[in-house]
């Protein structure tokens, strides 16, 4: 029987279909696989108190992890108030991180704020009607997304913004009624539209600036592009009803990259799939950055770090790595975020620079191919003109080097999405944020290391999903927690080891020992061998 939730969802997708493609295509259920392809799925993991599935954003815990969904916290609480710290046995970063383990169960399933009928997802904040979604924000009607801020009516869909009505969108930004479209903004009524502005009643156009009533980048008398939009909107509903899927945006670029000839050699990406992308390669940060790194270790470990490259690698674990791939024209970088939907090998090869995309937008298809087109030969015909960017720069930006979108961002090195954001390298959108390195989703936050999924913290070293904490290391799914380490699901703690309150005067002791290990190893190793997302589990990794 179908729940609450996906009875308002399936309801919701049936209008959406009906405003974006002039009719129902069946229910929602039927099109999971066409929905969730190019979103950041959630993760299923098995509670270890009830065996029921709870639902994460990442996959990056030790095989012998223990998982907990939001609804089992009273129990969890109820199990841990039997747990007897052992303050006498804290030696070292070692026996202090072994202690957490009996403590460390990592919860998925978050639901914050106000928000209601949310179902099958983790990380939503004041939303309502979510299904399979994770980091969903202030949204209502989201289904099979990852990563939507004030959005409504939205499907499978990944990156999205003040958008309504949405059809697998990705990496978009204040647009209504768009289906199949990659990096577009403040645009309306657009289908297999890619890295475009300020335009309406646009389908098949790419790289188009402030246009209406265009296909194949060809504009178009109001009454001609309507019958033709209409008539290609048919064959997607047909598509839709008998196949359950239909050509999408990102399959039209992976189709004209792959038939264009003179195509670049490809390379291996780190997951082994053959792909004309590599990992980013190192850059020289800025002497400012330099400068801001060492400060920001200085506040949270006692002890400045320097310089920053040394600490690269070890910050980019658990970050998704920026990818490099050369543009279709002339070779030069072009970066990306490492996201599904840029990672399609035949895509990247449609690649270029963001200078380039705006050189090209006046190539176009002629009359002829016009009304030769069709959903199913669309790469074909559209070759010439299928060109994509992933980079995008909203806003006055200063000292941004190496990074694949950015706004409003001032010293950012090898970041993807760093918004309104001061100081930061080796970072996943960073938001109204300062001094962050290593972070990855971290929002109205200062001075933080290696820190995930998380908002207002200040002062955090190997924190994930919490929220309005100062000073804590090595903590998850805790709210309003101070001066704390090593603590898991809590509310309210101040002086905190493994959830249980010390004291100041055992704190400070603790703490001690805890960063000397800390600044032993980095000084030495210039990494540590484990993180927030190595606690839980590391007992039974260290037996085998």
């Known amino acids: 029987m179908a729940s609450e939730t996906y009875a308002h969802l399936n309801k919701a997708w049936k209008s959406t279909c009906k405003v974006l493609l002039g009719g129902e295509v069946g229910d929602m259920a039927r099109y999971e696989n066409y929905l969730s392809r190019y979103s950041e799925m959630v993760v299923p993991k098995k ?3 009830s065996g029921k599935e709870a639902y994460f954003s990442t996959n990056d815990y030790l095989p012998g992890a223990k998982f907990i969904s939001q609804d089992e916290l009273s129990d969890y609480q109820k199990k841990i108030a039997t747990f007897k710290l052992d303050i006498n046995t804290l030696k070292d970063l070692d026996s202090i991180s072994t202690a957490a383990d009996e403590v460390a169960d990592y919860c998925g399933d978050a639901v914050l704020g106000n928000s209601q009928n949310v179902e099958a997802s983790n ?3 004041n939303s309502v009607n979510v299904y399979r979604s994770q980091e969903i924000y202030d949204s209502k009607y989201v289904a099979f997304s990852s990563v939507a801020r004030s959005a409504e009516f939205l499907f499978g869909s990944n990156g999205i913004g003040e958008t309504r009505f949405g059809i697998r969108n990705f990496n978009t930004y204040q647009n209504t009624r768009c289906f199949e479209c990659d990096v577009i903004y403040n645009s ?27 296909i194949g980048n060809r504009r178009l008398p109001k009454d001609q592009y309507l019958k033709l939009r209409d008539a290609l909107l048919e064959q997607v509903r047909s598509d839709l009803e008998g196949k359950k899927d239909a050509p999408g945006i990102i399959g039209l670029l992976e189709s004209a990259g792959n038939a264009r000839s003179g195509s670049i050699s490809a390379v291996r990406l780190q997951h082994g799939k053959k792909s004309s992308a590599t990992r980013i390669q190192p850059n020289v940060p800025s002497p400012v950055l330099d400068a801001s790194f060492a400060e920001t270790a ?15 690698n070890w910050l980019y674990n658990h970050v998704s790595q920026l990818i490099s791939v050369p543009s279709a024209i002339n070779g030069k970088a072009v970066y990306a975020e490492p996201l599904k939907y840029n990672l399609v090998e035949g895509a990247q090869k449609t690649f270029v620079k963001l200078g380039e995309s705006f050189k ?15 959903i199913e030969n ?22 941004v080097s190496a990074c694949a979108a950015y706004g409003y961002a001032i010293n950012a090195l090898e970041c993807w999405w760093p918004v309104k954001t001061k100081n930061a390298a080796y970072c996943g959108w960073s938001r109204e944020s300062e001094n962050t390195y290593g972070c990855s989703i971290i929002f109205s936050s200062k001075f933080c290391i290696k820190c995930f999924n998380s908002v207002n913290l200040n002062r955090c070293f190997e924190v994930s999903d919490s929220n309005s904490c ?3 290391y090595f903590c998850h799914n805790c709210e309003n927690c101070h001066d704390s380490m090593f603590c898991f699901n809590a509310k309210n703690l101040r002086y905190a080891v493994c959830n249980v309150e010390v004291g100041k005067g055992e704190y400070s002791r603790i703490i001690k020992l805890l960063l000397d290990g800390i600044n032993a190893k980095l000084e030495k190793n210039k990494s540590l061998e484990y993180g927030i997302y190595d606690i839980s589990g590391k007992a039974k990794a260290k037996k085998k």
């Open 188 to 214: 309306t009524d657009c289908y297999y539209v890619a890295t475009s502005g300020d335009c309406t009643h646009c389908f098949f156009s790419f790289n188009q600036r402030n246009t209406s009533y265009c």
């Open 123 to 125: 990380r939503c904040f």
């Open 378 to 399: 669309a790469a074909q015909v559209l070759e010439k003109i299928v060109y994509f960017t992933p980079e995008a720069e909203v806003g006055t930006n200063i000292n």
């Open 298 to 312: 200085h506040i949270l470990l006692g002890k400045r770090l320097g310089p920053l490259i040394d600490y690269r």
């Open 360 to 374: 090209i937008a006046d190539e176009k298809i002629s009359e002829e191919e016009l009304g030769k087109l069709s």
């Open 47 to 49: 509670s270890s108190q």
């Open 470 to 472: 100062t000073d804590c």
